[in-house]
């Protein structure tokens, strides 16, 4: 079974840092974009960082300069490394990778299950 499992989300303060990573896991052949989405209590998801399988990244605005997102191509896993929180990035995480697995032609889309990020003021 494929899947992807987040870890390290958490509660912080204002200023501090967190580092979230999302390994996948299973029958895979190859990983292609890897990112983080986030959702806020009461709004929208919405993309905050993505990396391509070179290595590639870009950043929402709100994001940029604080948030860093990397990938280890040979353990199948991504990092948000967040720094500078505020309490606007309260938030569920979600990770997502597009996925070449033996059940489907193409790559196909795949979801985490979220991880709690909690930033007080």
């Known amino acids: 079974q ?40 009461g709004k929208q998801r919405e993309l905050v960082a993505g990396i391509s399988s070179g290595g590639r990244s870009n950043y929402a605005d709100s994001v940029k300069d604080r948030f860093t997102i990397s990938r280890d191509n040979a353990q199948n896993t991504v990092y948000l490394q967040m720094d500078s929180l505020k309490p606007d990035d309260t938030a569920v995480y979600y990770c997502y990778a597009e996925l070449k697995t033996p059940y489907y032609e193409h790559y196909v889309a795949y979801w985490g299950q979220g991880t709690q990020v909690t930033v007080s003021s």
């Open 2 to 41: 494929v899947q992807l499992v987040e870890s390290g989300g958490g509660l912080v303060q204002a200023g501090g840092s967190l580092r979230v990573s999302c390994a996948a896991s299973g029958s895979i052949f190859s990983i292609g974009i890897m990112a983080w989405y986030r959702q806020p209590p």
